[in-house]
Nanobody, 122 residues
Framework: QVQLVESGGGLVQTGGSLRLTCTASGRAFSSLYTGWVRQALGKEREFVAGTSGTSSATHILDSLKGRFTISRDNAKNTVYLQMNNLKPEDTAVYYC???????????????WGQGTQVTVSS
């Protein structure tokens, strides 16, 4: 069974950067499609980014392209989300999530971390 733990969230000013880290336990990690989903207060979960198990394919939400980048290091069982030029509307709880199949639908992920808060002040 795979477990996911996020870190790297916090408070940052508009225009700042953060890198979120998702550390996985379990032997199947490199076989999993892994991504990030966020949920702002009072809003539905929103797919942010995903990467295939071999990193051969990645997907970023169109509105975030150019600011957010996803990468993974299977040797370290980690997935990263680099977030640059952050805006107040990026404020949300960010979840690391994994799935056995490629998806860009937030609720289709099979395994979830506990989430990390990202707050962008104006």
């Amino acid at each position: 069974q795979v477990q996911l733990v996020e870190s790297g969230g916090g408070l940052v000013q508009t225009g700042g950067s953060l890198r979120l880290t998702c550390t996985a336990s379990g032997r199947a990690f490199s076989s999993l499609y892994t991504g990030w989903v966020r949920q702002a207060l009072g809003k539905e979960r929103e797919f942010v980014a995903g990467t295939s198990g071999t990193s051969s394919a990645t997907h970023i939400l169109d509105s975030l392209k150019g600011r957010f980048t996803i990468s993974r290091d299977n040797a370290k069982n980690t997935v990263y989300l680099q977030m640059n030029n952050l805006k107040p509307e990026d404020t949300a709880v960010y979840y690391c999530a994994a799935a056995w199949q490629w998806t860009t639908i937030a609720n289709h992920f099979d395994v979830w971390g506990q989430g990390t808060q990202v707050t962008v002040s104006s």
